[in-house]
């Protein structure tokens, strides 16, 4: 399965590594490529429940494929979510409904560091990209 460009660069940025402090601190900058969302946009109506965080998700369709912005008030969850979008951007239904997080979560060596309460949240948001595929 052929990765988008931003998810190669993503496993390439992150296999160079080579222990947590660094991943985690370039998981900091990822988190500040986020698009910004405005205030119109950071409400009950776009917020991923099932997170500790507040969590806020966009879809917005861009020809045939949906495109995703998110945001968090959590620093480390902001780089995730960067990541996340990442694998993501420009997937069909289909190959959203087939992800794999955990194993994406993997290749990055970023799994052993998901806390249950991350992951919980993750697959909250990923669960949200797929409802809102399914309505577009």
């Given amino acids: 399965m052929s990765l988008p460009v931003a998810a190669q660069e993503a496993l390439a940025a992150f296999a160079a590594c080579p222990g947590w402090e660094q991943r985690a601190r370039l998981l900091m900058q ?31 369709q861009r020809g045939e494929r949906l495109h995703f912005r998110a945001s968090s008030d959590a620093r480390l969850l902001r780089g995730l979510l960067a990541i996340l979008l990442a694998r993501v951007d420009g997937l069909s239904g289909d190959k959203l409904a087939a992800l794999d997080l955990v194993a994406w979560f993997e290749q990055l060596g970023l799994q052993r560091q998901l806390s249950p309460s991350r992951s919980n949240g993750l697959n909250a948001v990923l669960q949200r990209m797929r409802e809102l595929a399914q309505e577009s």
């Fill in 30 to 60: 990822w988190g500040e490529r986020l698009e910004p969302l405005s205030e119109t946009e950071r409400v009950d109506e776009h917020r991923v429940h099932g997170c500790e965080s507040l969590v806020w998700l966009i879809a917005e």
